[in-house]
DNA sequence: CTTCGACACTTCAACGATGAAGGATCGGTT
DNA sequence: AACCGATCCTTCATCGTTGAAGTGTCGAAG
């Protein structure tokens, strides 16, 4: 193993030199550097991580923590977990893995091993266990997801009302007056998910300023589930030529369900979907859609934390920032004009 | 932060003693352990992660190299970063998420820099560049995928050959004749990856075998893809009565498609997939599905690389152990017998 | 000619845990 | 009484890095 001492050494200098030279703190003469650096390289010296964790305090890993459950649709995770870990390695961090099922004590644990320098939680809920341990322990954290009282962290999340707002508006403006939401299944909504709420009331609000009618129904995203669901709303409002799909399961089965009562989309209905580009680009046809971007997702709640280490080694109080994330329309073959009234 | 000294001095020992009482090291007197025990939940101590990586030379972290392509089934993905996470954890490791586009410098930092003790590498190619770095670094890891030379690591892949002649007996052994596999788009062939030859190779040498004519087409999982799949498949082969899909994005462009062209599944045509089984049950008719678990490839690729590290600080040097998960059939209504010749 | 500040580097004491080696205590042997 | 071995605990060096404080050198100002 090739240690600090080994590169000053080798490069005729002490170790707090190359430390130095290594974390640019002090002003260190370019020809010194020069020697450092090409040390560094011959003997291919890595810094040992637990030293330098114990040394500086300073782990620089993020811990992040994922759900277990998979209701949720789970590309989306990765991707978010993908784009965290590319984001964190760019600003010479790594990205531990935790999952949910450690709950509050996994939090403890990770914060007060000093394991990661901050946390950032998915999958969060309104009123959150993990939260008053994070303000407890004083330890840096972002939540990816909405909380009531999210006072010392920072929150991201994709603006799920404005999502809302836009399908409201998109079929409106096609014409549209009778609509229905086919939501997640119901212990979705039970559990208070922010994304659920949030999409939903963003959708109702805009959906009563521009004069609709809606039915919002809950579905598991089985086929059972989804035939049962347009059943009901088929007997409920006959009417109904508007779709808006939230619950990624259910999207495939509807639009068979669709084709085989003998409605075409999207001549005689528009399904608009709320879902990743890449999922709503499979589907025949390709359904107008609303998304988020994940990786953005990602990116952000990184800078968030970077943000907050930073401004808490300066020993100030970190900002509690809270960014909502702008959602894009876009429109593809599955949504038209409302058909004329017969 | 509470350290190993205020911990013994609470408890009226020396630090030594608490650090022997946690680790289980030595033998310390019931009254001893009592006191310590009650001494760290009182002050709620959690060992130092850095100091302990540093004095120990063990981490206690294992890094998991997960792919940043996407053209594998990702909830597979996901399922077994998760299992890996939750086994690592019973073995009081934690997981670090790297991603492959780190690539061989990635491993050497993981290893070199002591922040991980050993690795798991997923979508692992043939002649991975990785794996002469593992060998070189002389550090612990486990392949989840198949190499050429696996020398100096472990290997856990599910048995896709044994996947593929599941799918050629359950076919024949209800009387089809003619088979169509659906594979994934010409780029993973091309890329030679293990999983998409082997379960072909496996399929191909049992439908020999058991006297089935079959063809092998390339699909890019998307709609249009799959219908021109199809309309080749069946152009060529107008007396196909069996489908094998392999690529989760065919699945359900497949379904729609054969019920447009006025086939009913499974009175004329059986389709039987090669995916998980919680998409299998999302279908109409529910498929009858080969699986593998991706919760036992996580669990096993952990228990590998725990094995490799006791051994290795037992001064030993570790069984380059290659496991096979054995897949399952699970019938369900997409396969019936075949249809009598008109 | 001293004094001073700037610069470039070194020294050295942490950081918090581990574990080999070294006591202390005790009942049981010789 | 001296010794022994077992048991249980402590002392202390060590892991590799960091960063505050200190040293040495040099040029400019007083």
Do not use: W
Not at 267 to 283: M, N, R
């Amino acid at each position: 193993m090739v240690t600090i001492a080994d590169v000053a050494r080798h490069a005729g200098v002490s170790s707090s030199t190359v430390s130095y030279v290594l974390s640019g703190k002090r002003a260190i003469s370019e020809e010194t550097r020069r020697r450092v650096r090409s040390a560094v390289r011959e003997l291919g010296y890595h810094p040992n991580a637990g030293a330098r964790a114990l040394a500086a305090r300073r782990s620089h890993i993020i811990a992040l923590m994922v759900p277990l459950r998979t209701d949720v649709y789970v590309p989306v995770m990765m991707e978010i977990a993908i784009a965290v870990t590319t984001a964190a390695r760019q600003h010479g961090y790594d990205v531990l893995l935790i999952t949910n099922d450690e709950g509050p004590d996994g939090v403890r644990r990770i914060a007060a091993s000093g394991l990661a320098d901050g946390l950032i939680l998915m999958d969060v809920e309104l009123d959150d266990e993990r939260i008053p341990v994070l303000r407890a322990q004083g330890t840096q954290a972002t939540l990816i997801g909405l909380a009531d009282d999210a006072r010392g962290v920072s929150c991201v999340d994709h603006d799920f009302a404005a999502a809302g707002a836009l399908c409201a508006d998109h079929l409106a403006d096609l014409g549209h007056r009778e609509i229905a939401f086919i939501g997640y299944g119901s212990g979705v909504y039970h559990r208070h998910a922010g994304y659920a709420e949030r999409t939903l009331a963003g959708f109702r609000d805009r959906a009563g300023q521009r004069g609709l009618r809606f039915l919002h129904r809950t579905c598991e995203g089985t086929y059972e589930s989804t035939a049962g669901t347009l059943a009901r709303v088929l007997a409920d409002r006959p009417g109904t030529t508007g779709f808006v799909v939230q619950n990624e399961g259910a999207i495939g089965p509807l639009l068979t369900l669709l084709r085989t009562s003998g409605r075409t989309v999207p001549e005689d209905v528009s399904v608009i979907a709320l879902c990743q580009d890449q999922l709503a680009e499979q589907f025949a046809p390709r359904l107008t859609a609303v998304t988020g971007s994940a990786q953005e997702l990602g990116r952000v709640a990184v800078e968030q934390i970077m943000g907050r280490l930073a401004a808490a080694s300066d020993g100030g109080r970190p900002d509690d920032d809270q960014a909502l994330l702008t959602p894009t329309l876009t429109v593809r073959e599955s949504t038209g004009p409302a058909p004329l009234l017969p």
